[in-house]
């Protein structure tokens, strides 16, 4: 059963930087399907960005594209979610969520998820 394991995060200023890792463990291979999830205190879990198998297709939501990138290390057995020109409104926890289904398109959202990590708190300060 794989298991997901974030880090990353922290407190960085507006317009500030950060590299989100997402490392799958308890399987030989990482080939699954991953997406970047996101909630704030207080407001439902938001989708972020999703990357599939072996990383050719990726998406975004419209509230970070073009800031955020997403990428994956597949001998590293990692998924990364580049943050730039962080804004005060980017402030959550962030989770990765893979699932063992198979396919190629990429899943945008979180009911197409079955396997989550336990989250990285992000805070942009302003």
């Known amino acids: 059963q794989v298991q997901l394991e974030e880090s990353g995060g922290g407190l960085v200023q507006a317009g500030g930087s950060l590299r989100l890792s997402c490392v799958g463990s308890?399987?030989?291979?990482?080939?699954?399907?991953v997406g970047w999830f996101r909630q704030a205190p207080g407001q439902e879990r938001e989708y972020v960005s999703a990357?599939?198998?072996?990383?050719?297709?990726?998406h975004y939501a419209d509230s970070v594209k073009g800031r955020f990138t997403i990428s994956r290390d597949n001998q590293k057995k990692t998924v990364y979610l580049q943050m730039n020109n962080l804004s005060p409104e980017d402030t959550a926890i962030y989770y990765c969520?893979?699932?063992?289904?198979?396919?190629?398109?990429?899943?945008?959202?979180?009911?197409?998820?079955?396997?989550w990590g336990q989250g990285t708190q992000v805070t942009v300060s302003s």
């Open positions: 969520a893979t699932t063992s289904s198979r396919g190629l398109d990429v899943l945008t959202t979180d009911a197409a998820y079955s396997i």
């Open positions: 308890g399987i030989p291979t990482f080939s699954y399907r």
């Open positions: 990357i599939n198998w072996p990383g050719a297709r990726t």
